[in-house]
């Protein structure tokens, strides 16, 4: 009997389904480990919202469980050329987070001390010292918190760049290969694939991560353990190239409007909400775009003479406590989740992908995931409504 | 977000040109009242484009044989004025949910967003020139033949004062025309089509007599003149610091030098096409156009119910067909809203159609598309000016494997995601990286359409002040 020359067969350690920032640097580390992997990516990687998110490298404004991740990702994001091998238009351009009003400036105080232990060098600039520092903002903000070390990045560059590194490495990288069945075999997974141009897949691992950012849901629940998670399409838009006047990254306290300046002088703003074409596919809501144009020249008044040439979205997944799912499943051993990262899985992406390296390694993590097991959703069976905008 | 309900008839037209107007004045007569909203500041096209108010040449200098047809087209909008809603000078930069976003004053500055529902829509948005980058081509002094015909037709004032025109195609020798007519002295006609490609299509194009005559008068008369006229020619590369001085260009090997101050160039035309792509309506790949398209039956319905499409938006036919076409797609909405509709005009507008199709087969053949450009374009000519993107990135890309689709190919290297969008670059993006891959223009996919189709004023945008009220 010969063998259908269109099936491939192929045995692993680790398959990772989705080969965003996060399957991408998990197979990245794995390989960097020793390990096989083959990962699976539905569309190509980075295309999804790893790539077409806003492009904050932040820390701050996380909450303190993410901190010790984002703290590693930091460091990741410092040694970034090595690891994929380029720079990725990343800048430490400083994360300056504004308040519009005292109360906003109080609640921005009280998170300073909360997470004063992390270190991320945060330092409240208000009053007059405010007014010196930032005059481009004017009395738009009464001050804000400045985290010096953030900044930002080009997503759609960096993101497939993890694949990549791990594939130069030996990872086995199938873009448009959608994975159509996983099920559980006696030592391991067997995932049977078929690539867009029609040749069939198959492999065996004995490790499954799932990486697949909105769309993990479904696997997660074919072992029997269904997450609330629900999609949304965060809404950013883009200038032409105008005079540099912002040289760090700004978010406001409470939510809303975000934005940076690129190198070349683009102004990349952020906020509201894009609608859904398909399971698949988003677009920015007209209310949406004017809403963010708004916001934006009332924050910015140096883009009053500017035009918004582009504007996208993507699909992103959320949970009901906007914080990711992160480790071992409950029900399948083997089985590893990555998820739901609510928006902001960008900057912390290297760092999760570095955990579940070790969480296949050593069946632990050196940083905490307490705070992002499964479990906690246990008897949440109904997914949110459409979750408000989180702040940048 | 929240979708505009549509509780009662309203079509809306896109555009006033040969398509729009002639759609308008169809539903006009059937008694509807459609809203047209157009770019221009007055009706026309960019064919028929009407010069500011006062102005004083006369419609023959201005269009030449074609001035007839212009004058019947501004008429006949004209007459139906008091029967539509016009607005000009109107940008519609999406479309969402059954409605129109409209920005006023021309989309510069100043202008609001407004939400404009719809129950049936016609767009006939026509078509820019098609471009394909060469050495040179940034240099000022460089334009699109369309864009200087338009100099000519809206402004009254030519590029240069001494013009070369390259390139291939009808509007290569008309516009040629129009200048010499016009004054300027025109340095010289290099058609990209070899002279067996125009002997091969004659028998084509004499399905369309007076066209085909029209086109050998041009070249007669320029050449009566001593216009020097050169085909199969390529171009090699533009000369001149800061302003063109001179173009190089080359015919058998053998390269020549011809000096100008203003370069016209253009290679046939591209459709507008990206409002129908966010109406959700499905493309197909036309090889003629080398281009995706709406698509559409004859009758110009696509596959959205009370979407219609007419005119070069829908794939380059020209402007005679597009009167037929914008006509036909009107009597194809009131046949769908169960109106009367004159079923022998139809029937005769469909013939006469598929006549013009079959003659811009011929013209295609007379004037083919330089599949031999994008493997010879140097790696360092700039392809997206805006993003500064040149062809070895865009090879690059292709050659790692890394695109094999142009949407990757934007996302990896940002060719067409400067202000333009891909209008002016994506069609020299895809033959690049057809080229590279091996496939032809159909195998590397479609640019995804994105509001704002044109960059949107941040005056548009939606203030606090007016979210409080």
């Known amino acids: 009997m010969i063998a259908r ?111 004063a232990e992390f270190g991320l060098g945060l330092e409240i600039v208000a009053g007059a010292d405010f007014r010196a520092r930032y005059p481009v903002l004017g009395d738009r903000a009464v001050g804000g918190s400045l ?15 993890f694949a990549r590194a791990a594939a130069r490495l030996g990872a086995v990288v199938r873009e448009q290969t959608p994975v159509d069945h996983v099920e559980r075999t006696g030592d391991g997974f067997l995932l049977r ?74 102004v990349v703003i952020g906020g509201g909400r894009g609608f859904a074409l398909d399971a698949d596919r988003a677009r920015p809501a007209r209310n949406a775009v004017l809403t963010l144009m708004g916001e934006a020249v009332d924050l910015f008044p140096e883009l009053r003479h500017a035009h918004v040439i582009r504007t996208w979205t993507g699909v992103e997944g959320y949970t009901p406590d906007r914080n990711p799912i992160i480790g071992p499943s409950a029900t399948t051993p083997g089985l590893f989740h990555a998820f739901g990262f609510s928006g902001a ?32 959703f246990a008897g949440v069976d109904q997914a949110p409504g459409i979750p408000a905008p989180a702040g940048h | 977000m929240s979708p505009a309900h549509v509780t009662s008839f309203r079509p809306v037209i896109v555009g006033a040109g040969p398509a729009g107007v002639r759609a308008a004045e169809t539903l006009v007569a059937a008694g509807l009242r459609p809203l047209v909203i157009d770019e221009a500041a007055r009706w026309g096209g960019q064919i028929y484009r009407q010069p500011p108010e006062g102005f004083q040449r006369t419609k023959r200098a201005l269009y030449g044989f074609e001035a007839g047809k212009a004058d019947a087209l501004h008429r006949a909008m004209a007459d139906i004025l008091p029967g539509v809603d016009y607005r000009p000078r109107s940008l519609v930069w999406n479309i969402e949910a059954g409605a129109l976003d409209v920005t006023c004053n021309g989309g510069s500055e100043g202008g609001r967003s407004e939400t404009v529902p719809f129950s049936h829509l016609i767009l006939a948005p026509g078509a820019t020139d098609r471009v394909l980058p060469f050495p040179g081509w940034t240099t000022p002094g460089v334009f699109t033949l369309g864009g200087s015909q338009v100099a000519l037709k809206f402004q009254g004032c030519a590029v240069g004062s001494r013009v070369l025109f390259l390139g291939t195609g009808p509007l290569l020798y008309l516009v040629a025309y129009q200048y010499a007519k016009a004054g300027a002295e025109v340095a010289g006609v290099l058609d ?42 390529r171009p090699v590369r533009v000369e001149g610091d800061g302003r063109v001085e001179a173009l190089v260009w080359q015919r058998n090997g053998r390269e020549e030098r011809t000096a100008c ?131 070895g990135t865009l090879r690059q890309a292709a050659r790692v494997g890394e695109a094999p689709e142009i949407n990757r190919l934007k996302a990896l290297t940002r060719v067409g995601m400067g202000r333009c969008q891909g209008r002016m670059c994506g069609a020299a993006a895809t033959e690049l990286l057809a080229q ?34």
Request: glycine letters at 12%; one cysteine or more; proline letters at 7%.
């Open chain 1, 5 to 115: 020359l269109d099936m491939e067969r192929l045995q692993t350690d680790v398959a990772i389904v989705g080969g965003g920032i996060v399957g991408g640097s998990a197979a990245l580390f794995l390989t960097r480990m020793g390990f096989s992997v083959a990962l699976l990516e539905r569309d190509w990687c980075g295309a999804k919202a790893s790539g077409v998110n806003y492009g904050g490298v932040r820390r701050q404004g996380r909450p303190p469980e993410q901190l010790p991740l984002s703290q590693r990702a930091h460091a990741l994001w410092g040694r970034l050329p090595e690891l994929i091998g380029i720079e990725g238009e990343y800048v430490r351009s400083g994360h300056l987070k504004l308040a519009r009003s005292e109360a906003d400036l109080a609640s921005l105080v009280a998170y300073n001390k909360k997470v």
């Open chain 1, 147 to 161: 985290c010096p070390e953030d900044g930002h990045a080009n997503p759609r560059i960096v993101s497939p760049a």
């Open chain 1, 193 to 266: 694939c078929t690539h867009v141009g029609g040749n069939s897949l198959e492999v065996r691992a004995r490790v499954l991560l799932n990486c697949s950012g909105a769309w993990s849901g479904r696997l997660a629940e074919s072992f029997g353990e269904p997450v609330p998670l629900s999609s949304a399409h965060p809404c950013m838009a883009v200038t032409e190239p105008i005079a540099r006047f912002l040289d760090v990254n700004i978010g406001v306290e409470g939510g809303g409007v975000y934005g940076r300046q690129v190198e070349r002088g683009n």
């Open chain 1, 345 to 376: 899985g960008f900057q912390i992406g290297p760092a999760v992908g570095e955990a579940l390296a070790e969480l296949v390694r050593d069946g632990r993590s050196s940083a905490p995931l307490d705070a992002f097991r499964i479990t906690r």
């Open chain 2, 192 to 233: 990209t089509a070899g002279f067996a490609d125009q002997a091969r299509a004659v028998p084509g194009m004499l399905r369309d007599p007076a066209t085909f005559a029209k086109g050998l008068y041009y070249v007669g008369w320029l050449r009566a003149r001593g216009v020097p006229i050169h085909s199969g020619v």
């Open chain 2, 261 to 391: 101050d203003a370069l016209a160039f253009g290679l046939g035309l591209r459709p507008e096409t990206q409002l129908a792509d966010l109406a959700g309506c499905r493309f197909r790949f036309d090889a003629m156009d080398r281009a995706w398209v709406p698509e559409r039956t004859p009758a110009g319905r696509t596959s959205v119910p009370g979407v219609y499409v007419a005119g070069d938006g829908a794939g380059i036919a020209g402007a005679d067909a597009a009167e037929m076409a914008g006509e036909r797609a009107a009597l194809a909405l009131l046949e769908d809203i169960g109106r009367p509709f004159d079923a022998a005009r139809v029937a005769h507008l469909e013939q006469r159609l598929a006549a013009a199709a079959r003659f811009r087969r011929a013209l295609t053949g007379a004037f083919p598309f330089p599949a031999d450009w994008a493997a010879s374009v140097p790696d360092d000519t700039p392809v997206c000016r805006c993003e500064e993107v040149t062809a």
């Open chain 2, 436 to 469: 590279a891959l091996g496939t032809g223009p159909d195998g590397v996919g479609r640019l995804r359409g994105q509001p704002p189709i044109k960059p949107l004023p941040f005056s548009a945008g939606i203030r606090d002040e007016e979210k409080a009220s």
